[in-house]
């Protein structure tokens, strides 16, 4: 029999990164992260910290003391990042959110990757180019505007948010405006009749809401899935159950994209950030499907 091959214990030389975010544990990010590293010869370690709100700038501030490379911040520390950044890029700029920071000589730069994560995800699983897509997107959430960003870089032709609060949708929009001239960005109310309405022109309808994960949470009024054209495609964020909104759009023959893909590609995006080398994506999705 043999053995696999064991990776040398972490030394004195070891240099560390992880995720803060709280529930942290479930994270299937250190799977990825450590494969990539493995792979990519790098005496690197990545790890999962959980951090409550309260603790998260002396978390930060910790990382830089201790000479971390980065880390990925997830929920709910993402727009407390992109605060607590000295620089940011400009997607995290724009989104107002950090899912990946840098260390760089004790300067700590935030990204968000989330954007072009989503953007990969949907190419590789719905077969959708975005350039001059309409997209109806659902919730006005940190993962919502980070896909509206995502979505408005990659030239969407328009991008329709609608949110439970629907003030909030408004605020996003007016906020985004002036950085997407080219692109139909708007607000509508999460009722029967705008809903249809701006379903039944979509390329794409993405569920950036809490509703797949928590199922006992009701949405103001059902998705109404049949207003769709045939050649649509439903997206939500969710990986860890498949909720009834994407059930429903495969019933009906449409495509389908769970959060899955969208985690892989964040990660392949935030890596070259510290390593300054092409992600190896094909290792990082086996060991995702080793894990889920
Ligand atoms: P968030 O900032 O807390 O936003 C939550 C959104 O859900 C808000 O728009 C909120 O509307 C809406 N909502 C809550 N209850 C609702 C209900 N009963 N009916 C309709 N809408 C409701 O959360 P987030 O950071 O955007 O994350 C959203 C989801 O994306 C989470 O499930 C998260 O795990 C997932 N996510 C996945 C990835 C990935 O890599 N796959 C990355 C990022 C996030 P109101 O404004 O009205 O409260």
Redesign the pocket.
Known sequence: MTRARERPAPGAGTRFLGVLGSPVRHSWSPAMMNAAFEHLGLDWRYGAFEVPPTRFAAALEGLRALGFVGANIT?PH?EAAALACDELGREAELAGAVNTVVLQAGTIIGHNT?AA?FVAAAREALALDPAGADVVI???????RAIVVGLGLAGAASLTVI???AA?AEAMCHALGEAFPKVQLQASA?EPAPLEAALGRAHLLVD??????EPE????CPIPVDALPASAAVAT???HREPELLARARARGLRTMD??L??LH?AAAALPLWTNTEAPLEVMRAALDRVR
């Open positions: 929920v993402k989330d994560g659902l919730g006005a959430g940190g993962s919502a949110n439970r609060t909030r999460w950036c809401t809490v509703v797949g994960l949470t009701a949405p103001p964020l969710v990986y959060g899955h969208m985690l964040q």
